[in-house]
């Protein structure tokens, strides 16, 4: 284990699920470090095509994935992402967390994650997570990723860097990102982020595909103005 | 959720391997709460007598026990609990943590416990590690279960509290406190806490053994003397 991690010469884990954000951090990890390798999640997800997205576009970025099934996590409590008998909550209500959250979910991904870069010699561990667009989900906030980071370094012994390049830009900004990478058409045509399970530009009514669209039609008025 | 957890009139779930530390914890629980239940993990261990021990102790203290299947946590990274191919370190290489570590391994459990505490609207969780007598694990010091209870607070939204008695005992102590609690006799004859399988006093041998033994015999000094 390497308890002086630099970025350059280094290699980084990407927590990665095909979806917009996670395509974006996986192009941001190859353009800050020297190797990149990436992990996809099982958990019982409805949308299992979320992984084959995930394996073209890795293979396409030229980076290793590893695909690791966690039914764990879908099962140990209620949600509408695993459970098809429960309607998905639309959009927030109130001050309660949305049905669709998974309890724990980002503990357990960045927790599993962790130990595999452990065993691989990898400090720097990235993931696609945002406080800005955070739709009611808790482990999504930097406070927890700064929490865990240190928690992950004292259940080891090890000095991790979790990296969360999205976690203060919004969707707008999240779209700039990816031009700036130049995936803008990757990401745009080959991502998965409807909780209906449509690749590309989606449903356009789930509360993800709202969010991206919004987001994409805000970034692309600022960049060719409205009379594009 | 309660946001004032108090510990008269409430319900906590105790982490329960079956072994001699958890199994003091599962009665101090008891003792603690008005409702004590009990979550045990089999996650590729090689002595799958653990769970019968777990389940044992429990009927026999009338905790309701829930086990649950993590074969991932074994299989994550090499370590010789899960490994019969890998010899097991007797003692700790100087800085170097032994490869009876299982990378990981509380930092689950605990996190697992949480998610289902939170279903069952429990808020108390009990775990027997031990910083004082911790063998070298870093999973067992006071620091990393203060910074997980955060993090858990912090995933979840969330008041966990992470109760962990034998935090500052030495084994000796923890006999102390089993012969308080009254049950001395089940935790002698009835836990598991051998490498090699062997239930009560166990091989004698391994480096389980020798600090359960170790403690008993300074413990049992103390009680009735060197005369005894």
Known sequence: MNYNPTMNNSEALVVFSGGQDSTTCLYWAKAHFNEVRA??????????????????????????????????????????????????????????????????????????????ARELGINHIVAGVSQTDFSGYPDCRDAFIKSLNVTLDLAMDSQFVLHTPLMWLDKAETWRLADTLGVMDIVRNETLTCYNGIIGDGCGDCPACRLRREGLEKYLEEKYGKER
Chains 1, 2 share one sequence.
Not at 39 to 66: M, N, P
Not at 91 to 102: A, E, I, M, R
Request: net charge positive; charged share 20%.
């Open 39 to 116: 992990l996809t999640f099982i958990y019982g997800q409805k949308h299992v095509k979320e992984v084959e997205c995930a394996r073209s576009i890795a293979d396409k970025a030229g980076v290793r994935l590893d695909v690791m099934e966690v039914p764990l996590i879908g099962s140990l409590a209620r949600n509408s992402l695993t459970d098809s008998t429960l309607p998905m909550d639309r959009q927030q209500h109130g001050t309660d967390v949305p049905n669709t959250f998974v309890p724990g979910r980002n503990l357990f991904f960045l927790s599993i994650a962790a130990v595999r």
